[in-house]
């Protein structure tokens, strides 16, 4: 008897070995085969990690065949981002008589729910240069990348492991911001077995561009270079008013440049400001007070200057904080003008003698580093029973300049001329008695 009980056990024994090596593949060996092999699962290929994300599996139906199997089956995957309840058929093929290998997967039918979203900062880490230069216009997002991006909704892609998100975006540079509503579409997608949303395509569906800082005094300064400022008013040392312009012809001539005051309105685009501001070049050197303005044209886009100089005025008198040696009086300038009678031409050459009847000097203007000076004069010449003569305050297209230039610290004549122009006694006695 007991040697029958020891042959049966054999024989049992026998039976379950042989079943291992040729018979179907149990439900572990089918999850074993699903965790192996990538799912096209919606639009990407997706492979399971663990057999933690496969919440529900059962074979429906079976089919042997000699040396092959099929398996329909129904799974369930579940994760923290997409719910998918799948249909799939399993097929395998016997090798060498005894084992069982997977030779197919195929997915017949899926249902797929989204259970999570991107979060803001995975959307945002890949809102880089180079994946939206070109989406916002008139924008430098290479300068001015993405800095802040708010979820507004989230779309599921219909059996798909993706989303469109709906977002707001921001981003500033040094004076403006820009604010848009922007629609990513993103997958969920699995790289190097890293799960992550991947981040396709994106479309700008609105934006605005707005100010949102003043004008720095750094910038200030770089507007002016290559700006005339006229008018600038000054005494000399011999304690005659003097009408100056000033050519910034580098920035390097604002030695100083202090915002007192300014009014700015951002939502009009407009910003003035009252400023000391001291210039200096060479041997000329003045200090006083500019209002300087500023306007922004939103409809030009100018993103990285969008504040224009707009106008300079004199706020105040400016003051020589360097004196030159213009200290030439008006009859000195008189006798240089005799004593240099090639340097004043006229329309008609004429022999008469001349007779100096009013001369005065209305302005000196200094450019050229300040060893140039333009004198403005009126001034009323007779000739014969004719006048001639130079009269701003009459027509200011009469205006005509004497040249001098600084050799040694004297003012000598340079090769530039007035011309004397025809006028009527009338109007000589009408501007002398005006002077009266």
């Not at 880089?128 to 507004?152: A, C, G, H």
């Not at 469109?164 to 997958?187: G, M, R, T």
């Not at 981040?199 to 100010?211: A, H, I, P, R, Y």
């Not at 005659?240 to 951002?266: C, G, N, P």
Request: net charge negative; hydrophobic share 40%; with cysteine.
């Amino acid at each position: 008897m007991k040697k029958i009980t020891l042959l049966f056990m054999l024989i049992v024994a026998i039976s379950l070995l042989s079943a291992c090596g040729s018979g179907a593949p149990n439900d572990k060996k089918l999850k074993e085969d699903l965790m192996a092999k990538p799912l096209v699962i919606g639009n990407v290929e997706y492979k399971l990690v663990d057999g933690k994300e496969i919440d529900y599996f059962k074979v429906i139906e079976k089919e042997k065949i000699k040396d092959t199997a099929q398996y329909d089956v129904e799974v369930k995957l579940l994760n923290d981002v997409f719910e998918a309840n799948l249909k799939m058929t399993m097929r395998y093929l016997k090798v060498e008589g005894k084992d069982w290998i997977n030779s197919d997967i195929e997915i017949t039918d899926q249902v797929i729910k989204l259970v999570g979203q991107p979060t803001e900062q995975e959307l945002l880490d890949q809102m880089k240069p180079s994946s939206v230069l070109n989406e916002f216009s008139n924008w430098d997002v290479e300068t001015n990348p993405i800095s802040k991006l708010q979820i507004v909704s989230v779309e599921p892609k219909v059996n798909e492991l993706g989303a469109n998100v709906f977002v707001k975006v921001e981003s500033e540079s040094d004076y403006l911001k820009l604010e848009a509503e922007v629609k990513i579409d993103c997958d969920y997608e699995q790289y190097m077995n890293e799960q992550r949303w991947i981040l396709k395509s994106l479309n700008v569906e609105g934006q605005t561009v707005k100010l949102n800082n003043p004008i720095t005094e750094v910038d200030i300064k770089k507007s002016l270079e290559g700006h005339k400022i006229q008018d600038i008013l000054v005494e000399n040392s011999a304690g005659r008013a003097i009408k100056y312009y000033w050519d910034v012809e580098s920035e390097s001539e604002i030695k100083s440049l202090v915002i007192e005051s300014r009014k700015t309105d951002l939502e009009a685009g407009r910003d003035e400001i009252v400023a000391l501001v001291e210039l200096e070049k060479n041997n000329l050197a003045v200090k006083g007070k500019l209002v300087i303005t500023y306007t922004h044209d939103s409809k030009l886009y100018r993103i990285k200057r969008p504040w224009e100089l707009f106008d300079v005025i004199v706020y105040e008198p400016f003051e020589l904080t360097t004196k030159i040696p213009f200290v030439m009086t008006d009859e000195e300038i008189t006798n240089v003008l005799k004593e240099n009678p090639d340097y004043i031409t006229t329309y008609s050459f004429s022999q008469e003698k001349e007779e100096w009847i009013y001369f005065e000097v209305a302005g000196v203007y200094f450019s050229e580093y300040g060893n140039i000076a333009h004198v403005e004069i009126n001034l009323i010449v007779k000739r014969g029973n004719e006048y001639f003569g130079y009269l701003a305050d009459l027509n200011e297209n009469w205006r005509s300049t004497l040249k001098f230039k600084l050799a040694s610290d004297k003012w000598v004549p340079d090769d530039s001329y007035i011309t004397l122009r025809w006028i009527s006694k009338k109007d000589v006695d009408k501007y002398l008695e005006s002077k009266k």
